[in-house]
């Protein structure tokens, strides 16, 4: 059974820095691919950021890059985000997920799991930037 349990988040003042962990079970984390996704209210999901758990590679959105970075430690089964210079647009619901191998090919993101597998993605916490 899959199973990702996030936790970190929380209230930041714009400028301050957050990390947020998500922990894995369930299926073999080295071979698979993570996504951190985020929707604010009266917004579509963007995926922000994913890590390719087999060779490290990493993919940011235009609005994250330079300001957040995306890790994993396959030892812990746990992917993490990095958040600094946090302005309020990144005031959002952040989730955690299995990710499509896009990344592996220089694609990019994959956009997270197929239909149905609410399985799949974590819990979600809140990011809350005050300016």
């Known amino acids: 059974e899959v199973k990702l349990v996030q936790s970190g988040g929380g209230l930041a003042q714009a400028g301050g820095s957050l990390r947020l962990s998500c922990a894995a079970s369930?299926?073999?984390?080295?071979?698979?691919?993570m996504g951190w996704f985020r929707q604010a209210p009266g917004k579509e999901r963007e995926e922000v950021s994913c890590?390719?758990?087999?060779?490290?590679?990493?993919y940011y959105a235009d609005s994250v890059k330079g300001r957040f970075t995306i890790s994993s430690d396959n030892a812990k089964n746990t992917v993490y985000l990095q958040m600094n210079s946090l302005k309020p647009e990144d005031t959002a619901v952040y989730y955690c997920?299995?990710?499509?191998?896009?990344?592996?090919?220089?694609?990019?993101?994959?956009?997270?799991?197929?239909?149905?597998?609410?399985?799949?993605w974590g819990q979600g916490t809140q990011v809350t930037v005050s300016s």
């Open positions: 369930g299926f073999s984390f080295e071979e698979y691919v």
């Open positions: 997920a299995l990710d499509l191998p896009h990344v592996d090919y220089g694609l990019g993101c994959g956009g997270g799991p197929p239909e149905g597998r609410d399985d799949h």
């Open positions: 890590i390719s758990n087999e060779d490290g590679s990493t």
